[in-house]
T-cell receptor
Framework: DQQVKQNSPSLSVQEGRISILNCDYTNSMFDYFLWYKKYPAEGPTFLISISSIKDKNEDGRFTVFLNKSAKHLSLHIVPSQPGDSAVYFCAARGAQKLVFGQGTRLTINP | DTAVSQTPKYLVTQMGNDKSIKCEQNLGHDTMYWYKQDSKKFLKIMFSYNNKELIINETVPNRFSPKSPDKAHLNLHINSLELGDSAVYFC????????????FGPGTRLTVL
């Protein structure tokens, strides 16, 4: 009954190329979506978010896309840098709480 | 000057023991949370407090009891620890209960032997 899923446990991308991380959700009542980044032995840190009334939000190298009909969001990182290597969690807001996916480990190769 | 801090960072204990994890935030936020990251890596909310009042209590065993002495602190006490309690526990805070951007502590890795 996991409402937010990240089906790729890991992703490897060449430095300078685009990284695309995907997330699917099932609850149409979610009204806000977020991406968090997590380094080892640290807590997740907020990266970027998007309201359900929008389909795109951009912040520097990071862009989040929301496809409500498909209940799918994605995070694009371009160009990818070595410091982007981390675990990325997507999260969705509903009923005053965040529901997180299980994370995707992104590795940027030189 | 850490924003959200947790102690201890690592906790190894025997089944049946009682243990506490402490959390403090110096951001002036009203709302604090406890999350559990299980073996499948999902981060799941356990509790949420707003100005010392419980607002979210997910389906968590009664052995887990949060305590908020003031709005800057949210401690987690666990009685009669079980093997399945082994996980990483994260504390977080946000300005209000309706704000989604939450600030997380570094986590406490609990291992029950």
């Amino acid at each position: 009954d996991q409402q937010v899923k990240q089906n790729s446990p890991s992703l490897s991308v060449q430095e300078g190329r685009i990284s695309i991380l995907n997330c699917d959700y099932t609850n149409s009542m979610f009204d806000y979506f977020l991406w968090y980044k997590k380094y080892p032995a640290e807590g997740p840190t907020f990266l970027i978010s998007i309201s359900s009334i929008k389909d795109k939000n951009e912040d520097g190298r990071f862009t989040v896309f929301l496809n409500k009909s498909a209940k799918h969001l994605s995070l694009h990182i371009v160009p990818s840098q070595p410091g982007d290597s981390a675990v990325y969690f997507c999260a969705a807001r509903g009923a005053q709480k965040l529901v997180f996916g299980q994370g995707t480990r992104l590795t940027i190769n030189p | 000057d850490t924003a959200v801090s947790q102690t201890p960072k690592y906790l190894v204990t025997q089944m049946g023991n009682d243990k506490s994890i402490k959390c403090e935030q110096n951001l002036g936020h009203d709302t604090m949370y406890w999350y559990k990251q299980d073996s499948k890596k999902f981060l799941k909310i356990m509790f949420s407090y707003n100005n010392k009042e419980l607002i979210i209590n997910e389906t968590v065993p009664n052995r887990f009891s949060p305590k908020s002495p003031d709005k800057a602190h949210l401690n987690l006490h666990i009685n009669s620890l079980e093997l399945g309690d082994s996980a990483v526990y994260f504390c977080a805070s946000s300005p209000t209960s309706g704000v989604s951007e939450q600030f997380f502590g570094p986590g406490t890795r609990l291992t029950v032997l």
